[in-house]
């Protein structure tokens, strides 16, 4: 059973920062593609960032862009996801994507809050 196991989620004022982690032991982790995706309550699932599997290319949606850093490090096997000017709007349930050819696998997610 592989896991991806998210962390550093919580709440934080507008304005304010987070650092997602999503570290995982079960997969050889510099073969896959990483994304991060989030999903607020009564909306779909959607993708925020993804870096490649040598993190030479990331991608971002436009609500992130300019706010939001996706980065790995293929020694430690971790995802990382810098979130900074953070708004109401990015609350949301945080899911960790791990995507390689046929295979596909999620963490469980983390929830951020962003309130004042």
């Known amino acids: ?10 709440l934080v004022q507008p304005g304010g ?4 982690s999503c570290a995982t032991s079960e997969i050889t982790f510099s073969r896959y593609r990483m ?3 989030r999903q607020a309550p009564g ?12 993190g030479g290319t990331t991608n971002y949606a436009d609500s992130v862009k300019g706010r939001f850093t996706i980065s790995r490090d293929n020694a430690k096997n971790t995802v990382y996801l810098q979130m900074n000017s953070l708004k109401p709007e990015d609350t949301a349930v945080y899911y960790c994507n791990a ?9 469980q997610g983390t929830q951020v809050t962003v309130s004042s």
């Open 35 to 37: 994304s991060w995706y």
């Open 43 to 54: 909306k779909e699932r959607e993708l925020v960032a993804a870096i490649s599997s040598g």
């Open 1 to 10: 059973q592989v896991q991806l196991v998210e962390s550093g989620g919580g």
């Open 99 to 107: 995507v390689r050819s046929s295979y596909d696998y999620w963490g």
């Open 17 to 20: 920062s987070l650092k997602l």
